[in-house]
C-alpha cells in the first residue's frame, strides 16, 4: 500500500519559475467520492492518463493506489466527472533536496498557485522555499476534491492566492 503524505503552500510570487526543471499539463476530474475516499482520473500532456484511488480522511497523510490507465478511458471518464474539471500546469522545483510540485491552475480556478512538497514521514520538516507563502494543509477548501465538487473559484481566486 502506497501512503502519500504531503504538505500545501500558496505561492506568495514567480521567485520558484527559474528553478523550475520540468512542467506537464494535467486535466483531473473525480469521478466518485465518499467521505474518506475518493476515485479520480488524471490527462496528463493529453498523452498519459491515470486511475488514483485515494483512501483516508487526513489531509496530510492518506493511502493512495494509482494506475496507468488508457488515454481513451481517461477521456471518457472525465466526461463523467462530478463538479469542476480541473485544469493545471504542474511544475517540479527542486529545494535542498526535496521537490516541490507547483500548480498554476486554469481554467476555472485561474490564478490559483499552489506548492506541495512530499515527506516520508510526518514529523519531516522541508526547508521553505523564499515564494511560499502561507501554508494551507489542513485547509480543506484546497483540497482538489474539494475544489472540483464544491465549485470555490469566487473564494480561492480573490484574495486567497496571493498573501503577503
Same mark, same amino acid.
Given at each position: 500500500?502506497?501512503?502519500?503524505?504531503? $504538505?500545501?503552500?500558496?505561492?506568495?510570487?514567480? @521567485?520558484?519559475?527559474? %528553478?523550475?526543471?520540468? &512542467?506537464?499539463?494535467?486535466?483531473? &476530474?473525480?469521478?466518485?467520492?465518499? %467521505?474518506? $475516499?475518493?476515485?479520480? =482520473?488524471?490527462?496528463?500532456?493529453?498523452?498519459?492518463?491515470?486511475?488514483? +484511488?485515494?483512501?483516508?480522511?487526513?489531509? +496530510?497523510? $492518506?493511502?493512495?493506489?494509482?494506475?496507468?490507465?488508457?488515454?481513451?478511458?481517461?477521456?471518457?471518464? +472525465? /466526461?463523467? #466527472?462530478?463538479?469542476?474539471?480541473?485544469?493545471?500546469? $504542474?511544475?517540479?522545483?527542486?529545494? %535542498? @533536496?526535496?521537490?516541490?510540485? =507547483?500548480? =498554476?491552475?486554469?481554467? #476555472?480556478?485561474?490564478?490559483?498557485?499552489? #506548492?506541495?512538497? %512530499?515527506?516520508?514521514? *510526518? @514529523?519531516?520538516?522541508?526547508?521553505?522555499? #523564499?515564494? +511560499?507563502?502561507?501554508?494551507?494543509? @489542513?485547509?480543506?477548501?484546497?483540497?482538489?476534491?474539494?475544489?472540483?465538487?464544491?465549485?470555490?473559484?469566487? *473564494?480561492?481566486?480573490? /484574495?486567497?492566492?496571493?498573501?503577503?
Amino acid at each position: 500500500m502506497a501512503k502519500e503524505i504531503e $504538505r500545501k503552500f500558496l505561492v506568495k510570487d514567480d @521567485g520558484w519559475r527559474g %528553478e523550475a526543471m520540468s &512542467a506537464s499539463d494535467f486535466v483531473q &476530474a473525480y469521478v466518485a467520492t465518499q %467521505e474518506d $475516499r475518493s476515485l479520480r =482520473v488524471r490527462l496528463i500532456d493529453d498523452r498519459r492518463a491515470t486511475l488514483t +484511488i485515494k483512501i483516508g480522511r487526513q489531509l +496530510i497523510s $492518506r493511502d493512495e493506489f494509482e494506475y496507468e490507465i488508457p488515454v481513451d478511458d481517461a477521456r471518457e471518464l +472525465i /466526461g463523467s #466527472a462530478l463538479g469542476i474539471v480541473l485544469e493545471k500546469t $504542474r511544475h517540479e522545483v527542486e529545494h %535542498e @533536496g526535496f521537490t516541490w510540485e =507547483v500548480d =498554476v491552475y486554469a481554467g #476555472a480556478y485561474r490564478g490559483l498557485v499552489v #506548492a506541495e512538497v %512530499e515527506m516520508e514521514h *510526518e @514529523g519531516q520538516e522541508p526547508p521553505l522555499p #523564499a515564494w +511560499i507563502g502561507r501554508e494551507v494543509t @489542513g485547509d480543506r477548501r484546497f483540497s482538489n476534491l474539494v475544489m472540483a465538487t464544491e465549485d470555490l473559484c469566487a *473564494e480561492l481566486c480573490h /484574495g486567497l492566492s496571493h498573501p503577503a
